[in-house]
T-cell receptor, first 114, second 113 residues
Framework: NAGVTQTPKFQVLKTGQSMTLQCAQD?????MYWYRQDPGMGLRLIYY???????DKGEVPNGYNVSRLNKREFSLRLESAAPSQTSVYFC?????????????FGEGSWLTVV | DQQVKQNSPSLSVQEGRISILNCDYT??????FLWYKKYPAEGPTFLIS?????DKNEDGRFTVFLNKSAKHLSLHIVPSQPGDSAVYFC????????????FGSGTQLTVLP
């Protein structure tokens, strides 16, 4: 039972490098999300996709881009990584954009930018 | 300015006793509140929720209380078990919209055997 799968789990980047975090869900969910979690702060929404083919900015979108490749996959790209983007990133999905009680999270991706 | 605040970063309780985790919010438009539980190296998982039309919701050992006038909610775990040791996040949304979930900073609960 895969649920929401994120790769990579750990990554160290140098400032200015680019990378893509991959996320896939096998639950046929319409909505997908990318969050970041920082010490002393809750999860903050970076971008979300209400359905295949649509993406919208969340609370902290600067420095990121996303692609909803198909219904299953939602990737997060850092074009030019900065130390401020050191964080734990969580992908999530749910059947619709409503009901936080049906949102499923991946296990997280630990990103360090040096 | 954090709209959802969990002022206690950590809490320790003895096994079998009650754990009470607190959460305060400032946005009066929030009408749906949730608690998530997170173990190390895992993503958060949904635990329990409450709509603003209720003041209490119970699910087994877990009860959430909502005091709208005080803009305060709490999660009670009775009895606490060592397996409950985790980080607990409070979250709130407007109209139940998952894309508008606002999370608190979390409370690390440790249940001592």
């Amino acid at each position: 039972n895969a649920g929401v799968t994120q790769t990579p789990k750990f990554q160290v980047l140098k400032t200015g490098q680019s990378m893509t975090l991959q996320c896939a869900q096998d639950m046929n969910h319409n909505s997908m999300y990318w969050y970041r979690q920082d010490p002393g702060m809750g999860l903050r929404l970076i971008y979300y996709s209400a359905s295949e083919g649509t993406t919208d900015k969340g609370e902290v979108p600067n420095g990121y881009n996303v692609s909803r490749l198909n219904k299953r996959e939602f990737s997060l790209r850092l074009e030019s990584a900065a130390p401020s983007q050191t964080s734990v990133y969580f992908c999530a999905s749910n059947p619709t954009g409503f009901s936080g009680n049906t949102i499923y999270f991946g296990e997280g991706s630990w990103l360090t930018v040096v | 300015d954090q709209q959802v605040k969990q002022n206690s970063p950590s809490l320790s309780v003895q096994e079998g006793r009650i754990s009470i985790l607190n959460c305060d919010y400032t946005n009066s438009m929030f009408d749906y509140f949730l608690w998530y539980k997170k173990y190390p190296a895992e993503g958060p998982t949904f635990l329990i929720s409450i709509s603003s039309i209720k003041d209490k919701n119970e699910d087994g050992r877990f009860t959430v209380f909502l005091n709208k006038s005080a803009k305060h909610l709490s999660l009670h775990i009775v009895p606490s078990q060592p397996g409950d040791s985790a980080v607990y996040f409070c979250a709130a949304s407007e109209s139940g919209s998952a894309r508008q979930l606002t999370f608190g900073s979390g409370t690390q609960l440790t249940v001592l055997p």
